[in-house]
């Protein structure tokens, strides 16, 4: 496997992650009593993330740990994509 190959692997691993966060806040912002509509949550899903920090900062005092575990990957995975178009120029 190339260098490129496993940038990749990775990327696609982290957006898995992220989305998979997405999730898990959707869950707990609609158990929470506010309607999540799933078809739209590609659009609003900057919402469903504020929800879930308010929702977190009234229980605890602080930001809920899935936020970092939604924000962090997607950033990750962003910094391995330029890396590979890099690598794939200069190739």
Do not use: N, Q
Request: proline share 2%; net charge positive.
């Amino acid at each position: 496997m190339a260098v490129r190959d496993i940038l990749m692997f990775i990327a696609l691993a982290c957006i898995v992650w992220s989305v998979t966060a997405l999730m898990l806040i959707s869950g707990k912002v609609s158990r929470s009593g506010i309607r999540v509509r799933f078809l739209l949550i590609t659009i609003l899903f900057f919402r469903y993330i504020s929800v879930y920090e308010d929702l977190t900062r009234k229980e605890t005092g602080k930001t809920g740990p899935l936020v970092y575990h939604f924000a962090i990957p997607l950033w990750i995975a962003l910094i391995l994509v330029i890396i590979w178009i890099i690598l794939s120029i200069f190739a």
